[in-house]
Nanobody, 122 residues
Framework: QVQLVESGGGLVQPGGSLRLSCAAS????????MGWYRQAPGKQRELVAT???????DYADSVKGRFTISRDNAKNKMYLRMNSMKPEDTAVYYC????????????????WGRGTQVTVSS
């Protein structure tokens, strides 16, 4: 089994910064794409940013120029640096990864973390 655990959430003032981390552990042969998603109260979960295992990135328009996604493949970790934060960034942020657990089988599976709360408020 694979576990994804987010950390780094909290309360930040508008204009402030936070860095989220996601640590993957368990039966991992390769982690393909990883991403951050968020869900605000009363809204559907939405994509924030994604990164492939070769480092190609993509961002939601709402966070372009403010958020930066990165990953450390050797440590099976992913990060999200959030700058110039706005109240509308308030949400639970989830880590996602597409993982091939075994070298013996080509099967890939999607895994999710439990989320970390980010609140932007003065």
């Amino acid at each position: 089994q694979v576990q994804l655990v987010e950390s780094g959430g909290g309360l930040v003032q508008p204009g402030g910064s936070l860095r989220l981390s996601c640590a993957a552990s368990g039966s991992i042969f390769i982690i393909y794409a990883m991403g951050w998603y968020r869900q605000a109260p009363g809204k559907q979960r939405e994509l924030v940013a994604t990164i492939t295992n070769s480092g190609s990135t993509d961002y939601a328009d709402s966070v372009k120029g403010r958020f930066t996604i990165s990953r450390d493949n050797a440590k099976n970790k992913m990060y999200l640096r959030m700058n110039s934060m706005k109240p509308e960034d308030t949400a639970v942020y989830y880590c996602h990864g597409t993982v091939r657990p075994s070298a013996l089988l080509p099967t890939r599976r999607d895994f999710w973390g439990r989320g970390t709360q980010v609140t932007v408020s003065s």
